[in-house]
């Protein structure tokens, strides 16, 4: 079954500590991306990775950190210099064909600063 | 700098009836575009597309229409039904970088 898998699902963090979230997919897509969603402020890109070993900052990448050592894993650590944690965290993976763009999520990971 | 923009925070409509779900955005290098339907604490799910060397792309009960000229797109959802209660999220992307850049959504509740 292909898919995109973040893990866990919820996180508790105590302030001052860095947390990663997982991201993995089994879809055989170059590019990946995370997103941050804040009630009434949508999808916001933090990072994103066309490829292996290469990676963007999207809009709001300050205070994350992220790696691409392999095309099935994404992970996204929250450091602890990211002031306002909490939130619900989309990783997406990207398949591109002749006709366009299509992105494909994971359930979400919903991180909480206790 | 908000680039998609969707201005219409909310929309109740009927069911049986048509819902336009609107999204305009300003960056005119965006060459391909998305919807995408999100229930809570879960991932958006892929509803439908449109190149930008296209004005109309239709999907059974869902049609997305662009007008360049005015960077302005729309979804119809016709007929209306209550499963489609859901928020609904715009999206744009600049071929060549990678970028894939969305709205702040627009929460479609259809009453029976």
């Known amino acids: 079954d292909g898919g995109i898998t973040q893990s866990p699902k919820y996180l508790f963090r105590k302030e001052g500590q860095n947390v990663t979230l997982s991201c993995e997919q089994n879809?055989?897509?170059?590019?990946m991306y995370w997103y941050r969603q804040d009630p009434g402020q949508g999808l916001r890109l933090i990072y994103y990775?066309?490829?292996?070993?290469?990676?963007q900052k999207g809009d709001i990448a300050e205070g994350y950190s992220v790696s691409r050592e392999k095309k099935e894993s994404f992970p996204l650590t929250v450091t602890s210099a990211q002031k306002n944690p909490t939130a619900f965290y989309l990783c997406?993976?990207?398949?591109?064909?002749?006709?366009?763009?299509?992105?494909?999520f994971g359930q979400g990971t919903r991180l909480t600063v206790v | 700098d908000q680039q998609v923009k969707q201005n219409s925070p909310s929309l109740s409509v009927q069911e049986g009836r048509i819902s336009i779900l609107n999204c305009d955005y300003t960056?005119?290098?965006?060459?391909?575009f998305l919807w995408y339907k999100k229930y809570p604490a879960e991932g958006p799910t892929f509803l439908i597309s449109?190149?930008?060397?296209?004005d109309k792309n239709e999907d059974g009960r869902f049609t997305v229409f662009l007008n360049k000229s005015a960077k302005h797109l729309s979804l119809h959802i016709v007929p209306s039904q209550p499963g489609d209660s859901a928020v609904y999220f715009c999206?744009?992307?600049?071929?060549?970088?990678?970028?894939?850049?969305f709205g702040q959504g627009t929460t479609l509740q259809v009453k029976p």
């Open positions: 449109i190149s930008s060397i296209k």
């Open positions: 879809l055989n897509h170059d590019a």
């Open positions: 999206a744009a992307s600049v071929s060549n970088t990678g970028k894939l850049i």
């Open positions: 960056n005119s290098m965006f060459d391909y």
């Open positions: 990775s066309q490829i292996v070993n290469d990676f």
């Open positions: 997406a993976s990207i398949a591109r064909y002749a006709g366009g763009t299509e992105a494909f």
